[in-house]
């Protein structure tokens, strides 16, 4: 992407993402985006002497189905992220996957990947990008000199990240910690000890990353519990069942659960409150009705969708979608790229 830094890759030159679609987003109040960097990477700059191997922390929390993503890329340095909440869509030297919550992403810098497909789901995801002078896989790892790793784990690090061709991992607990205490970092004005306390827990993920190698665990294996399950298995349903009512009550009942434990698991698998989901899910079966039936008068597609007026419809589609029911269906017919 133009402005990035270059890189390059045997005969080929690439430029590093600047993630200006995040970057854009984030300016409209799409999404909430933390983050310090440098260069071409979008947030708070950081000061050229604190830290110069950290060319990106932070964070972003999309509360909601997102109209942008970030597409094939590179970066400058070795990317390191965790997924908080919700589900996320990720694509790594052409291999797609998943993501869900606790899952950790492993990308080396001559490795193109993708999140979104093509847009971002809603999802609360942390990262980290360290410059570790390497551009291509036969290059000598430099590592910082704030690294307080021994030398036989500094090499073990630089082993198994070098020759690691898997690149999404369950987290350990641990692991999770310290993205979140990157993160409130991050979030914090400037202070004299800033510096120190993101040196702390780089080293602190990088050393749970180590173990985590180390360990060699299986492929991820969704150990949900049962209450966990019965609350996805209703999340995938319920867009086939828009037009019941649905106060939090009714569906924390649904899964056998009370209110608080039901949200707590809805907003850990989607990042959005109950509410929030059910109103994403009938704005979108809307929208694939307002333009699959041209015909269908509005009052009738709200009622379809589970709204219980026509204003009030118009109302909720307006603050999601920035337009009038009628002035999107209008738009959406001559406009092949609207959803469907």
């Not at 118009?314 to 017919?333: D, E, I, L, N, Y």
Request: aromatic letters at 8%; glycine letters at 6%; proline letters at 6%.
């Amino acid at each position: 992407m133009a402005g990035g830094a270059i890189l390059r890759a045997g005969g080929t030159i690439y430029h590093a993402d600047t993630c200006r679609s995040l970057r854009v987003a984030a300016a409209r109040g799409e999404v909430r985006l933390t983050a310090l960097a440098r260069g071409s990477y979008p947030g708070r700059h950081l000061s050229p002497h604190v830290l110069p191997e950290v060319r990106s922390v932070g964070f972003w929390n999309a509360a909601h189905h997102q109209s942008w993503g970030l597409n094939w890329h590179r970066n400058e340095g070795v990317e390191l992220t965790y997924l908080a909440r919700g589900t996320l869509n990720f694509a790594v030297d052409q291999n797609t996957h998943m993501l869900h919550k606790g899952d950790v992403t492993i990308c080396r810098p001559w490795q193109p990947h993708r999140v979104g497909a093509p847009h971002i789901t809603a999802s609360r995801l942390y990262w980290l990008i360290l410059d570790v002078g390497v551009r291509r896989p036969e290059q000598a790892w430099r590592w910082p000199d704030w690294l307080v790793c021994t030398p036989a784990d500094r090499q073990e690090l630089t082993r198994l990240l070098s020759e690691n061709n898997r690149s999404v991992w369950p987290a350990a607990p641990e692991i999770e910690t310290y993205f979140q205490r990157l993160g409130e970092v991050v979030e914090q004005s400037p202070g004299p000890h800033m510096a120190t306390r993101l040196a702390l827990h780089v080293n602190e993920l990088l050393v749970a990353v180590l173990e985590m190698l180390q360990r060699r665990q299986a492929a991820p294996v969704r150990a949900y519990g049962e209450a966990q399950r019965r609350v996805e298995l209703f999340l995938h349903e319920l867009p086939a069942r828009l037009q019941e009512d649905w106060p939090l009550q009714a569906m924390a009942g649904h899964c056998r659960l009370g209110r608080s434990q039901f949200a707590r698991y809805c907003q850990e698998l989607t990042n959005m409150t109950p509410r929030q989901y059910l109103q994403t899910c009938r704005i979108t079966a809307a929208q694939r009705m307002l333009r699959g039936y041209p015909e269908r008068p509005i009052t009738q597609v709200a009622l379809d969708c589970g709204f219980s007026s026509s204003q009030y419809f118009a109302a909720v589609f307006h603050q999601r979608v920035g337009q009038s029911p009628r002035t999107w269906r209008k738009a959406a017919s001559n406009d092949p790229s609207r959803p469907k």
